[in-house]
């Protein structure tokens, strides 16, 4: 049975990242020990559902093992247009995510904030990416994560109308279970073990928590 209220944790690029691709990246990078230490955090909250953005090649370099390890899974949100070149994931490498039974997600052609991005470039972001990703993959792509978190109206109104089955956030809070729009909270590079812990699982009871969901719904859409 699914949880009435679970818990989204994202992770980025885990280890020694590159050069900045956009600024502020490496805020979201964390230590491979410090992953670790998160991922055993997780492991006994079935609540939690993790999700890994940006495609970046420590997805499948370092997080696979760790995750199959485990005994867990997670959604990969890669870059279309980033797969096969340095530093991310390869076209091989997506396939072993679904090969272990990992989910593979869009996050777009070329990691953009989508409300930035004119309707006649649009396309190429919300559904070219996705069938690039599906081919790659080998199987249909039904999920979205918005690249900065970012997203607004018109993108959300796109999205559904394209028939993404999921859309995945940054707003730092709990969701519903079988909610359209998950919110989730991204693992920081200044994240320890119990930041971690109060940030996500601070306990405010299940009823207020679901009317925060709520109420932010309700907020985004005016
Ligand atoms: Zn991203």
Redesign the pocket.
């Known amino acids: 049975m699914s949880p009435q209220v679970v818990h989204n944790v994202s992770f ?1 690029g885990v280890g020694a990242p590159g050069p900045e691709r956009e600024p502020g990246e490496h805020d979201y990078w964390v230590s491979r020990d410090s992953f670790l230490r998160i991922l055993d955090a997780c492991a006994a909250r079935p609540e939690v559902r993790l999700s890994f ?2 495609g970046n090649e420590s997805d499948v370099a370092i997080a696979l093992p760790a995750l199959v390890e485990r005994g867990l899974t997670a959604d990969f949100f890669v870059i279309a247009g980033r797969i096969d070149t340095p530093g991310n994931v390869s076209a091989e490498g997506v396939r072993a995510l679904v090969a272990a039974g990992m989910g593979v997600g869009t ?1 777009g052609l070329g ?1 953009r904030a989508w409300p930035d991005v004119p309707d006649t470039e649009l396309r190429a972001e919300l559904t070219d990416a996705r069938t690039a990703i599906a081919e790659t993959a080998g199987r249909p792509v039904d999920s979205a994560a918005c ?2 978190g970012a997203y607004d109206r018109r993108i959300l109104g796109r999205l559904r109308a394209l028939g993404y089955r999921r859309v995945y956030t940054s707003d730092r809070r709990p969701a519903a279970g079988e909610a359209w729009l998950q919110a989730r909270f991204s693992v920081l590079a200044t994240d320890t073990v119990d930041s971690f812990r109060t940030a996500v699982f601070a306990h405010r009871g299940p009823a207020r928590r679901l009317r925060d969901t709520a109420v932010g719904a309700v907020k985004r859409w005016r």
Do not use: K
């Open positions: 980025h953005d940006d996050h990691h690249p900065f």
